[in-house]
């Protein structure tokens, strides 16, 4: 197809008109920012952050597999991967035991989607790092331990 002056200055005012009504704010751009305001974020201990996730009677299982390197040189950047193998898995949180703050992330899949995630995380000591996984109305818990040379997390 080729570009005639006229389909070229068609398509710069229909995308001048939209510019403008998104910049008007009659258009809004899909949300995708987390809600930060979560309790399970600002807890301060595991406990605390598995009975906000609701996790506190989480069953091990080895159908989560955590990936992790056995020491992390610098732990400020620990690269995991966490992988359900849990039909059904809709959630995975991402704990790190003996940070200030040890919920890192989580994760929510549409039916269907593998439950597989692969991130950096920051860990201030050695410690377990645990997966919690939601599936089929049951919790799941799995954990690995990370060695850490130098923390992470300011220390």
């Given at each position: 197809?080729?570009?005639?002056r006229r389909n070229f200055l068609?398509?710069?005012?229909?995308?001048?008109?939209?510019?403008?009504?998104?910049?008007v704010g009659l258009i809004a751009p899909l949300r995708v920012?987390?809600?930060t305001?979560?309790?399970?974020?600002?807890?301060?201990?595991v406990e605390e952050v598995l009975n906000e996730l609701g996790a506190a009677q989480a069953i091990e299982t080895s159908d989560v597999v955590i990936e992790a390197p056995e020491v992390a040189n610098n732990g400020a950047m620990v690269p995991i991967t966490v992988e359900s193998r849990i039909a059904g898995t809709d959630y995975i949180a991402v704990i790190a035991e003996k940070n200030p703050f040890p919920l890192i992330a989580e994760f929510q899949f549409e039916s269907g989607a593998?439950?597989?995630?692969?991130?950096?995380i920051k860990m201030m000591e050695s410690a377990p790092v645990k997966a919690?996984?939601?599936?089929?109305g049951k919790v799941y818990v799995a954990s690995r331990t990370v060695e850490v040379t130098i923390g992470g997390c300011g220390g």
């Open positions: 197809m080729s570009c005639t068609h398509g710069l005012a229909a995308t001048g008109s939209l510019c403008a009504t998104a910049a920012l987390a809600a305001t979560r309790a399970a974020f600002s807890a301060t201990g593998n439950a597989y995630v692969a991130t950096r919690i996984v939601k599936a089929q």
